[in-house]
């Protein structure tokens, strides 16, 4: 179980602007079949609004192959997987009510959790870059003397210039 645990975030994917978990995975996570997943969802279809789940079209299941050096999508689909957001991965777990279900979805809500806080923490940081970016910018001419300056020091001297007058040819 910790290795699925280590591999939940990367199981989160970003489709049409919002974070989800496909259908497989969480069938995995929750230990149910992925048949019996999609069962539990057609049977419960008030509990599953499309802010909480959708089906993926042809070209993002395409995209999301592409994705994947290796295929772990098994053979061929007769339909579109589902995508589940944070809240239907939850809604999941109630509906099919085991114990292992509950359980892991603690787990995925704190991979969610933890996924939006390396974002708030990766926007803050390309703020911050930018800002640093707009500061050199205006000082850039200076920089590139005070540089030239330092690595002239650092240069080799010219045996031309250590020759003492008067002394040898």
Known sequence: MSQELQL?????????????????????????????????????????????????????????????????????????PYAFTEHGAVMLAAVLNSQRAVQMSLHVVQAFVNLGHLMMEHKELSKKIEALEGKVGKYDKQLQEVIGAIRMMFAPPNPEDRKIKGFGK
């Open 8 to 80: 939940l975030p990367s199981r989160i994917h970003s489709i049409r602007g919002e974070k989800v978990m496909l259908a497989s995975d969480l069938a995995e996570i929750y230990g149910v079949e992925t048949r019996a997943l999609n069962q539990a969802v057609k049977r419960n279809p008030a509990r599953f609004p499309s802010r909480f789940m959708f089906q993926l079209t042809a070209e993002e299941v395409s995209n999301l192959k592409s994705q994947f050096v290796t295929s772990s999508w098994g053979g061929a689909r007769r339909a579109l």
